[in-house]
């Protein structure tokens, strides 16, 4: 026989769908070290992205047998709030910060990464109203590191 949820049960769903939207909307100001990360591409799920930044469409490139890959995201936020949480996140990730250029106030940031033989370049600039984060994925023989 079914049970009927009830009032109460009601009351505590209803309570949990508001807590996870709450949850959802907080820090949209930005992305800071504890905003969550969303892995979008299962090909390349050890790169995050903030939560608030969408892939760009028609935009971005990978090639199919091997992990290269230029993907955009756009999403508004400030280039060097954005480049703080990707030196804060990719080494949870296991990346290694090689080099960063650009720092608080900046129009315009760059930060290199390493991992095994691969490396991650990411390129945080303005563009229009957004931010946009370039992504480049690629081996370090190839770019002649």
Same mark, same amino acid.
């Given at each position: ?23 959802? /909307? ?10 969550? &990360? ?5 090909? @390349? ?6 939560? *608030?930044?969408?892939? $760009? ?8 047998? /091997?992990?290269? $890959?230029?993907?955009? @995201? ?11 949480? @990707? $030196? &804060?996140?990719?080494?949870? /990730?296991?990346? *290694? ?6 720092? $608080? ?5 760059? %930060? %290199?990464?390493?991992? *095994? ?21 690629? @081996?370090? *023989?190839?770019?002649?590191?």
């Amino acid at each position: 026989m079914a049970r009927s949820c009830g009032r109460r049960g009601w009351r505590g769903l209803a309570g949990g769908v508001l807590g996870i939207a709450a949850a959802g /909307f907080a820090g949209c100001a930005g992305p800071s070290e504890t905003s969550p &990360a969303v892995v979008v591409n299962p090909k @390349y799920d050890d790169v995050p992205v903030p939560y *608030n930044f969408r892939q $760009a469409p028609s935009r971005g490139q990978t090639h199919v047998a /091997f992990r290269v $890959a230029e993907l955009t @995201y756009l999403g508004s936020a400030r280039v060097d709030r954005t480049a703080d949480w @990707y $030196a &804060a996140r990719m080494p949870r /990730f296991r990346w *290694n910060l090689e080099s960063s250029e650009g720092g $608080a106030g900046a129009k315009r940031a760059v %930060l %290199l990464f390493t991992k *095994n033989e691969e490396r991650c370049r990411i390129v945080i600039e303005p563009e229009g109203d957004l931010t946009a984060v370039r992504i480049e994925i690629g @081996y370090k *023989n190839a770019s002649g590191s």
